[in-house]
């Protein structure tokens, strides 16, 4: 089956650094998204990865190792804004997109 | 701003009665889905529009139809309600299919089933 791991919760401090991981067994790979989902509210667009490496975007980067089938989500000086879900998703082989269910960040003053 | 939008954000309804949500993009993406988001789950892909062609998820219940009159609006029914539907419903459209557009959510509909 495709399954995607995220954790449940992380808690951080304003101020500092979080990295949010996702590993990922799919049927093929085409690519992967992390979307930031405050609460009762839509998913807003963050990063996607299609090849190995780091993006980096302002305070967030995403990293890639498809080989490792892992990602993760950088945050950096971390606002008390950023308190959200992050959610991952890949394309699979089908095209389909298939999502996590989310890693729900704690900002702490 | 180009954007997709939701109506209404809240919806209260009875068991079994039947409820419409709405969607409209100004986007103009060939691409909307609608979603089913319960508390702490990762969202769950009920069907698709590429343009006119309608695309169910197999496991997709028949309480759930839609309707994509034109390119701007797409409507998710639910026949009979059960308490089991009691959810966030997430429009996105995206500029084509195949997974690797970015999708664009509206701001959902929180459906509450008494």
């Known amino acids: 089956g495709q399954n995607i791991d995220q954790p449940t919760e992380m808690t951080a401090t304003e101020g500092a650094i979080v990295q949010i991981n996702c590993t990922y067994q799919?049927?093929?790979?085409?690519?992967l998204f992390w979307y930031q989902q405050h609460a009762g509210e839509a998913p807003t667009f963050l990063s996607y990865?299609?090849l190995d490496g780091l993006e980096e975007k302002g305070r967030f980067s995403s990293f890639l190792s498809r080989s490792k089938g892992y990602s993760y989500l950088l945050l950096k000086e971390l606002q008390m804004k950023d308190s959200a879900s992050y959610l991952c998703?890949?394309?699979?082989?089908?095209?389909?997109?298939?999502w996590g269910a989310g890693t729900k960040l704690i900002i702490k003053p | 701003d180009a954007m997709v939008i939701q109506n209404p954000r809240y919806q209260v309804t009875q068991f079994g009665k039947p409820v419409t949500l709405s969607c409209s993009q100004t986007?103009?993406?060939?691409?909307m889905y609608w979603y089913q988001q319960k508390s702490s789950q990762a969202p769950k892909l009920l069907f698709h529009?590429?343009?006119?062609?309608?695309?169910n998820e197999a496991d997709t219940p028949d309480n759930f139809q839609s309707r994509r009159p034109n390119t701007s609006f797409c409507f998710l029914d639910i026949r009979s309600p059960g308490l089991g539907d009691a959810a966030m419903y997430l429009c996105?459209?995206?500029?084509?299919?195949?997974?690797?557009?970015?999708?664009?959510f509206g701001p959902g509909t929180r459906l509450t089933v008494l």
């Open positions: 990865n299609v």
């Open positions: 799919t049927s093929g790979f085409n690519g």
């Open positions: 986007l103009n993406h060939n691409v």
């Open positions: 529009y590429y343009d006119k062609d309608f695309n």
């Open positions: 996105a459209t995206s500029r084509d299919r195949g997974g690797t557009d970015t999708q664009y």
């Open positions: 998703a890949v394309t699979d082989s089908n095209y389909q997109l298939i």
